[in-house]
């Protein structure tokens, strides 16, 4: 096995790797020779190196995932991300064997001095605090899967019966709303399918801002 450290240069991507969240400051290239008689392409791979901040000693190896696995957040030199994007990188940890969830994945991003961008108020640059979030409910017998509509802003999914389902979207809207406390987020949520008669979970949830 060969290898060799392709340090890059500054401004770095901040980038998602496997849970975990940093400037990509290195890759390292891994690869092997093939054999005399062998003629296919010989084995190659490339993982992160980041520093994560606060603190943190630089040069964290991201082995467990490739580089083409990792996500870009942003670049250093405009250290914003709007709230649409941060749904889709929410999902996407959403989806990974080990996730850290939105408030970590926040918490990390702002060690690293990473801005939310809200929406604006139509037809004025003050910026929205009232979002409302479209759920869509998938499911029979007594068990749901529910997904949020990412264009909304804001990532929601949950799995199990009503109960389980309530439960989740509720620590999840308990989390934004702890996240971005400073802008007084109020979040609303509808449903289009009239999937969710029955239990009323999003009735439910709209009564925690009453």
């Known amino acids: 096995?060969?290898?060799?450290?392709?340090?890059?240069?500054?401004?770095y991507n901040i980038i998602y790797a496997g849970g975990q969240i940093g400037r990509h400051i290195a890759t390292l290239l891994t690869w092997e020779d093939p054999e005399p008689e062998e003629l296919q392409i010989p084995y190659a791979a490339s993982y992160a190196v980041i520093d994560q901040g606060n603190k943190m000693p630089a040069g964290t190896l991201v082995n467990?995932?490739?580089?083409?696995e990792c996500r870009i957040v942003c670049n250093e030199d405009d250290l914003r991300i709007n709230l649409?994007?941060?749904?889709?990188?929410?999902?996407?940890?959403?989806?990974?064997?080990?996730?850290?969830?939105?408030?970590?994945?926040?918490?990390?991003?702002t060690n690293l001095d990473v801005e939310m961008v809200f929406d604006k108020i139509k037809g004025t640059d003050e910026e929205k605090s009232d979002y409302e979030?479209?759920?869509?409910?998938?499911g029979a017998g007594g068990y749901y899967k529910v997904d949020s509509n990412l264009a909304n802003g804001?990532?929601?999914?949950?799995?199990?019966?009503?109960?389980?389902v309530y439960n989740q979207l509720r620590y999840q809207h308990d989390i934004y709303v702890a996240m971005?406390?400073?802008?007084?987020?109020r979040i609303s949520f509808v449903?289009?399918?009239g999937f969710d008669v029955e239990h009323g979970i999003v009735d439910r949830l709209n009564q925690l801002h009453e």
């Open 1 to 11: 096995m060969n290898s060799k450290l392709l340090k890059l240069e500054p401004p």
């Open 64 to 68: 467990d995932v490739l580089l083409e």
């Open 84 to 109: 649409c994007d941060f749904a889709a990188l929410v999902k996407y940890d959403f989806e990974q064997p080990s996730p850290i969830e939105a408030g970590h994945m926040w918490e990390k991003l």
């Open 133 to 138: 979030v479209t759920l869509y409910f998938f």
């Open 154 to 164: 804001f990532c929601f999914h949950a799995e199990g019966n009503a109960d389980e």
């Open 180 to 185: 971005f406390w400073q802008h007084d987020l």
């Open 191 to 193: 449903t289009n399918d």
